[in-house]
Every structure is written in C-alpha cells, then in structure tokens.
C-alpha cells in the first residue's frame, strides 16, 4: 500500500478502494492497519524548529491528516482540509473575502449557510445575492464587479433542485470568481464537482462521509495550490479543527461511503416511485424520476440520484404531521446521511427560520415532508412509509 502514503498519486483508483485506503498505509511504527488516534497536543522536536511535521495539535494532528488526504483523494482533489463541523469549514472559506465583496449564492441553499451569510458576513460589509441558478440568464445578470465567489449545492435542500455545475463553473471563472461546491447531499460517490470546474468543494462531514449520526464535521477540498495555501493558513489561524478521535470516526465512516449510498439510493428510487403512485400523495420530488425538471442534468451531472426524498402529503400540515408521529422504523428528527432513516418536516423544522413568505415562494408546503433513507431493507422501510401514510389518513 505504499502507493496510498498521503499526498502520494491515487489516480486511477475507483473510490471504494480510496475510501478504505487513500492517506491510510498501516502505522510506519507499529504495523496498525487502522489509523491510530493520536490525541498528543503537541510534538516533541529533536532540535528547535526540526520536527517530522507536526508540532502543534491546532496547526497538525496526523489521525487528521489521513482524513484530510482520504477526502482529498475521493474528490480528485490534491489538497483536503477537515473542520470541527461543516459550518466551521465555510466560515474558513468565507474568510478569505474581503470587505466589499459579493458571493452569489444559490436560493435553495442550507439554512445555517443562509444565515452565515446573511447575519454573520453582511455586518462585515460581505454582501451576497441569492439567485435560481437554474436561470443562467439571471445568474448572468447577478454577477457584480466585486464577485468573487459562487457558492452552490446541488441538489439542494429540501427541493432537491438540480444546478449545472460547469456551466456555473465556467460563468464565475470568466468572471474570475471562485466557485464553491457544497457535495454534502451528492457525496463525491454521485458527484465530483472538481472535475466538473469548481474550485472547492465544501462537506458538512456529519452527513454521508461520517454516515452514523456520531461526529459534527467538516471539510474543505481544491485541486488549487495558491488557495490551498491560503486555507491552510486560515484553518490554522481561525482554528475550527476537528478532534482526533472525530476524525478517526469520520475515517472509519468513509470505508462504506460507497456502499451506504449507493444502498440508500437505490431504496429511494423504490420508494420516489411508490409514493409518486400513491393516492395521497399530491407530489414526489426525487432527481431520479422522469417528472424531475432536473432529472436529464442530474443523469448528465450525477452516477446516481442519491438517498433524499422530498414529497407533499395530502391534506397539508395536519396530514404530514401525523404521517411523521406514524412512522416506526425511521426517526423524526434533523440531519441527514445516516445508516438510519430519518423525515423530517422542513416547514417547521429545518427550514422554519426562513420567512413564511418565502417559504412559499420557494416551494416549501406545509404538506412538504423530506425523507433521508439509510441503509434498512428496502421493503422495511417502503411497509414503515405505507402504514403510516395509511394512518395519516385516518
Ligand atoms: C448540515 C449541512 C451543513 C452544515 O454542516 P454542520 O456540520 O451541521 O455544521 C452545510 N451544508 C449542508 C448541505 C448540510 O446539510
């Protein structure tokens, strides 16, 4: 496994052996086939300033190392970064504007993203515009002089809305801003924006790469030395890191990243067709069906449609409550990305902090109910949502 050293050359590999091999050769000291967890603050040097490359907890931890490396490999990406959470690795990025800058925000993006830009970096005098970047002409139009970067998920949350990302890719590098690709929900199992033309990809690690609702993480991933520079430099400085023991689990969680979502997405593509067939079910958004607007770029974009079901229940917000108390095997709670399976209502709950009005606007019903399927057995979960539609109803 000499050829899996961090930084060492993975191309040509498929992502299911970086995923258990990539920044993880067996410990050099002992022989350990799974990365130690090395939680010493600090490193002793043989001489002033002549270290073998750790000297401080904050600035490097090897355990970290390998997951920045294992990440870095399974984006094609040549520099990764981890954070104590994915919030702490935008704000790492976000730091590197500057008073008078513009980020272009898609308008369906993550909440504490939303609020991260709106409440945190507009007092600072970082402004942002939040565009349908399904319209290129108005994303044309949004572009200021003072762009600097474009910041998208795709698809987004909870409408699942699909974006094109090297058509965005090569609008904002025309333009010379950097683009920001959030691949938490896509996973790079589904989708690699990098290859596509982003910059950077960004991941809230909580979701699919650590997978088992125990670890609050983050990461940051370039192909782009000056900026790697640069966010190393911030991490370090800002200080958001993650602890060695969360990034062994997030290591540990990545070994069946391919497994668990192609798992969950071929659950959900069972159950997206079942409900769109169902008589109370008013509307199914899954990237995967052929009613999807964006079900031709998502097969163009994407290797598959992923583990995240948006659907409207009939009878409104008194239906899909009840629908979300019915159900036994998955979970009503936030988050995604688990080994379990969890719905969740966005109207009240991931999304109630966004503006009734436009909530609406955006498509957010109060019947919308959002489903992330973990890796159960299909016909188990499919019965739990059946039943439970069922009791709903009354
Ligand atoms: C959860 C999430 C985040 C924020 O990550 P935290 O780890 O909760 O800070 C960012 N983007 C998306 C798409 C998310 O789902």
Redesign the pocket.
């Known amino acids: 496994m000499r050829a899996m050293k961090a930084g060492a050359k993975t191309e040509g590999l498929s992502l299911d052996t970086l995923a258990v091999h990539a920044g993880q050769p067996p410990d050099p000291t002992s022989g350990a086939v799974m990365t130690p967890i090395v939680l010493s603050s600090t490193f002793a040097q043989r001489a002033p300033g002549e270290h073998q490359g750790f000297e401080y907890g904050r600035s490097g931890n090897p355990t970290r190392r390998a997951l920045e490396a294992c990440v870095a490999a399974l984006e094609g990406g040549r520099h990764g970064f981890a954070f104590s ?4 690795a ?1 704000t790492t990025l976000l730091t590197l504007l500057r008073t008078g800058d513009h980020v272009l925000c898609g308008d369906d993006v ?1 909440g ?2 939303f609020r991260l830009l709106d409440k945190v970096l507009a007092p600072l005098g970082i402004s942002s515009s939040f565009v349908d970047l399904s319209d290129l002409g108005r994303v044309r139009d949004a572009f200021r002089p003072n762009t600097r970067m474009v910041w998208l ?1 795709t698809p987004t ?1 909870p409408l699942l809305k699909i974006f094109d990302i090297g058509a965005l890719a090569s609008l904002a590098r025309d333009r010379g801003a950097l683009v920001v690709v ?1 691949n ?2 896509a996973t790079p199992v589904l989708q690699s924006p990098l290859a596509l033309g982003a910059t950077a990809v960004v991941h ?4 699919y790469l650590n997978g088992h609702s125990d670890v ?3 990461a940051v991933v370039t192909s782009d030395a000056e900026l790697a520079e640069r966010i190393g430099f911030q991490q370090n400085a800002i200080g958001a890191v993650p602890s060695p023991f969360d990034c062994y689990l997030v290591l540990r969680g990545i070994k069946t990243l391919g497994l668990r979502v192609r798992q969950a997405s071929y659950t959900a593509a069972m159950i997206a067709d079942k409900l769109s067939r169902h008589p109370q079910v008013e509307r199914v958004i899954y990237p995967g069906l052929k009613s999807h607007p964006g079900h031709a770029l998502a097969t163009q974009q994407m290797t598959g449609y992923g583990g995240m079901i948006s659907f409207v229940v009939k009878g409104g917000l008194p239906h899909a409550s009840a629908f979300l108390s019915a159900l036994e095997i998955f979970s009503c709670a936030e ?2 990305g688990g080994v379990e399976s969890l719905a969740e209502h966005p109207a009240i709950m991931t999304h109630a902090s966004i503006p009734e009005a436009q909530r609406r606007a955006l498509g957010i019903d109060d019947g919308l109910v959002r489903l992330s399927i973990g890796v159960e057995a299909a016909d188990d979960l499919w019965t739990d949502v059946e039943r439970a539609l069922k009791r709903a109803a009354g």
Do not use: H
């Open positions: 959470s994915g919030l702490g935008e993550y504490g993203t998920e949350n959030d938490t929900f809230s690690t909580t979701k609050i993480g983050g988050s995604l």
